[in-house]
């Protein structure tokens, strides 16, 4: 029996991947387990596995083409087998066929399911039904068959989709198809207001480019629509006395100097955030809907920006592990952050983040909350600057961070107390021990 390869969801928020390579070619024999291609994910690149034995007979979605979760994108099947109308379409639910499901669990010692994020932000645990959408022109519902990527694209590009011929299975339109017609010129777009003439829109002509979304900025995108509309945001901002929190980074690295680790203020700030973070529960939580989840262990996401925008390693336990291992984890995980090589369950998972934009010379900023998280924390550079101090004036290192609420879940006042607690250990780093 013929296997389906389904766009298998990758990662916890993935809606549609990208095929970046096949590694293998059609006519070529694989085996359960073996590698089939390489899958640009929203967050990283993941490998695709064969869940059947046969002939990689079909390959449907080629490289540098997308499409969503669930939608068959090659055919397995034994020399000679009769694929029949198996490589078209969105998959059912046969187990042999690689239905979308997670490729990796979360680690051990998460919070419980009852603490868990909302179900829209978990893995889909099958492939999804065919669409009305996918219909043929002569069907019961008589709508062109194409591809829900193609539709897309040919929304934004204003291309007529009863005017092309699909090239995929069953003449069905594909992305390439509506690209192709773009292309070709204005012939096989939709019609347009006269006024569409008088001028070019933007973007168009020889001083332009387009550049594609990569898989990764389109769900920023989305997130952040999700986040800034829907989310009551409010801001709380505090200046911080560094100058103890100097004293000590200079002689923690002294102590560290032999083994080759060094402390930097980043990781300061993390850990005084989740030691406060502990002391105020009610801060460490997500937004549920009709509920509240409070955490009650302190798993901090921390912002990391590589080419193609933002992602969050989680430091997990961070209130319960030393500066030093905090120092190397974020370090090694932002350096794979930045090669696409993280793992699903080492960027989902945050109780609360911290983004950091003191190292470009930002002095103040706001930063939008990842939901379902209730808050995250912006952190500014730190620089010399004249200040009273019992009545004298000094030059002191400053820095100021701002919180991010969700005031559903945090009130100002137990912000406030929050960031009083952070100010504290970071100007008396001794306080944290009392």
């Known amino acids: ?30 085996a359960a387990g073996d590698i089939l ?15 059947g034995d046969g002939i990689l007979r079909k390959i449907t979605v080629k490289e540098g083409e997308t499409a969503p979760v669930g939608e068959v994108i090659a055919m397995i099947a034994a020399e000679g087998e009769d694929l029949g ?3 078209s379409g969105k998959g059912g639910g ?27 932000d978990a893995p889909q645990a099958s492939a999804p039904e065919a669409a009305p959408e996918d219909a043929g022109p002569d069907g019961e519902d008589g709508r062109i068959k194409a591809s829900p990527v193609a539709r897309r694209l040919a929304r934004e590009e204003g291309v007529e989709l009863s005017a092309l011929e699909g090239s995929g299975p069953g003449g069905r339109i594909i992305k390439r198809d509506v690209e192709d017609a773009v ?16 001028a070019a829109r933007p973007g168009d002509g020889p001083d332009s480019e387009k550049v594609p979304l990569s898989q990764m900025r389109k769900t920023i995108a989305k997130r952040l629509v999700e986040s800034i509309g829907p989310v009551p945001h409010f801001f709380l901002t505090i200046d911080v006395d560094m100058s103890r929190a100097v004293e000590a980074r200079t002689r923690i690295n002294r102590d560290l100097e032999k083994s080759g680790v060094r402390i930097s203020y980043n990781d300061i700030v993390l850990k005084a955030t989740a030691m406060a973070l502990a002391r105020h529960p009610e801060c460490n939580a997500h937004w549920g809907g009709d509920h ?29 592990k030393g500066m030093a291992a905090i120092s190397a984890e974020v370090r090694e995980m932002a350096g794979r952050a930045r090669e696409k090589k993280l793992r699903p369950e080492e960027y989902t998972g945050a109780t609360f983040s911290v983004s950091n934009l ?20 912006a952190v500014g550079a730190m620089e010399e600057r004249a200040v009273v101090v019992d009545g004298e004036l000094e030059i002191r290192p400053r820095m100021k961070v701002t919180m991010s609420c969700d005031h559903r879940v945090i009130d100002g006042a137990l912000g406030s107390q929050f960031l009083q607690t952070l100010k504290r250990i970071l100007e008396e780093p001794l306080a944290a021990l009392v």
């Open 358 to 377: 003191g190292m470009f010379g930002i002095e103040e900023f706001t930063a939008v909350i990842n939901p379902p998280e209730a808050g995250i924390l």
């Open 183 to 198: 292309k070709a010129g204005p012939a096989e777009k939709a019609a347009e207001p006269a006024a569409a003439t008088v």
């Open 94 to 120: 046969d187990a042999a066929g690689g239905t979308a499901e997670a490729t990796a669990s979360a680690p051990e010692g998460d919070p419980p399911a009852s603490e868990a994020a909302p179900a829209r």
């Open 85 to 87: 109308d198996e490589s």
């Open 1 to 30: 029996m013929a296997t389906k390869v389904h766009m298998e969801a990758l990662s916890p928020t993935m809606e549609e991947g990208q095929v970046v390579q096949w590694l293998k070619a059609e006519g070529e024999a694989v």
């Open 292 to 320: 509240i989840v409070r955490f009650h262990r302190v798993h901090l996401g921390v912002a990391v920006a590589i080419d193609d925008g933002l992602i969050t390693p989680v430091v997990r336990d961070a209130d319960r």
């Open 37 to 51: 291609a390489e899958i640009e994910t929203d967050k990283a690149t993941m490998e695709l596995v064969a869940r």
